[in-house]
């Protein structure tokens, strides 16, 4: 199993991450701004058995990818220096349903989601914001982003971004503190440390997911955690 997550997630983290398997950290320079430039989730997209990949995401990435027997689609837009075009890969997908600012969307994640159901957002860094449990439950720290998906009939919970460390920014977002395997959510930070850690919590556990909180401290927002390759 290949764990991908921004290279200055805190020691504590890494060490934790590191006992469910092997830990790539993500670090790039010259390509897009320094807060998000190790963030997974600006450069790879999950979806399913396949990642789409940035162009521009060093090799060395894709290579411990291929390693792992991922299968690998590089997309089209490379990452971009500012936002919008720093956007156009952090996008939720899950089986069935793509969500995403589709001005922004790389047209190989588009074309690979063809026949799932599409939510638009207005929110370029969707999957920054949004932790999909599954289809139907959602925790987003964008209240625009709760609003769309009511209207479709999800549940999604709300949840402040303040609190939540973005180094260079005055906070960061729920989801890009979190990464999902199977029914556990991993978590850069303890729900202790955050106002909202309650809710959260008894959220998760209605719906039976377990909680992996990865060190004892403010929750951190690195840009996602993903699982890839073997189990």
Same mark, same amino acid.
């Given at each position: 199993?290949?764990?991908?997550?921004?290279?200055?997630?805190?020691?504590?983290?890494?060490? /934790?991450?590191? &006992?469910?398997?092997?830990?790539? *950290?993500?670090?790039?320079?010259?390509?897009?701004?320094?807060?998000?430039?190790? %963030?997974?989730?600006? =450069?790879?997209?999950?979806?399913?058995?396949?990642? $789409?990949? /940035?162009?521009?995401?060093?090799?060395?990435?894709?290579? +411990?990818? %291929?390693?792992?027997? $991922?299968?690998? $689609?590089?997309?089209?837009?490379?990452? *971009?220096?500012?936002?919008?075009?720093?956007?156009?890969?952090? +996008?939720?997908?899950?089986?069935?349903?793509?969500?995403?600012?589709? &001005?922004?969307?790389?047209? $190989?994640?588009?074309?690979? +989601?063809?026949?799932?159901?599409?939510?638009?957002?207005?929110?370029?860094?969707? &999957?920054?914001?949004?932790?999909?449990?599954?289809?139907?439950?959602?925790?987003?720290?964008? #209240?625009?982003?709760?609003?769309?998906?009511?209207?479709?009939?999800?549940?999604?919970?709300?949840? /402040?971004? #303040?609190?939540?460390?973005?180094?260079?920014?005055?906070?960061?977002?729920?989801?890009?503190?979190?990464?999902?395997?199977?029914?556990?959510?991993?978590?850069? *930070?303890?729900?202790?440390?955050? &106002? #909202?850690?309650?809710?959260?919590?008894?959220?998760?556990?209605?719906?039976?997911?377990?909680?992996?909180?990865?060190?004892?401290?403010?929750?951190?927002?690195?840009?996602?955690?993903? =699982? /890839?390759?073997?189990?």
């Amino acid at each position: 199993m290949l764990i991908i997550a921004d290279h200055r997630i805190p020691q504590e983290a890494k060490e /934790a991450l590191g &006992r469910y398997g092997k830990l790539l *950290g993500l670090a790039t320079e010259g390509i897009t701004y320094e807060a998000i430039s190790g %963030h997974p989730d600006i =450069f790879l997209l999950p979806m399913g058995r396949t990642m $789409v990949t /940035a162009p521009n995401t060093p090799e060395r990435y894709l290579d +411990a990818l %291929h390693d792992e027997g $991922v299968e690998v $689609v590089s997309g089209e837009q490379p990452v *971009g220096d500012k936002y919008p075009a720093s956007s156009a890969y952090n +996008a939720v997908w899950l089986p069935g349903l793509l969500i995403h600012n589709f &001005r922004n969307t790389d047209s $190989v994640i588009t074309r690979l +989601a063809d026949d799932d159901d599409l939510i638009h957002v207005d929110q370029g860094y969707t &999957r920054c914001n949004l932790l999909a449990l599954d289809q139907e439950h959602f925790i987003t720290s964008d #209240e625009k982003v709760k609003r769309v998906l009511d209207n479709f009939g999800k549940d999604c919970l709300y949840v /402040a971004p #303040e609190g939540i460390i973005l180094p260079g920014f005055r906070h960061g977002f729920f989801g890009g503190c979190c990464g999902i395997l199977r029914k556990e959510v991993f978590i850069l *930070g303890s729900l202790r440390h955050y &106002r #909202e850690g309650l809710k959260v919590w008894q959220y998760l556990e209605s719906l039976g997911f377990g909680i992996r909180e990865l060190y004892d401290g403010p929750l951190f927002d690195g840009g996602s955690i993903l =699982f /890839a390759g073997r189990d």
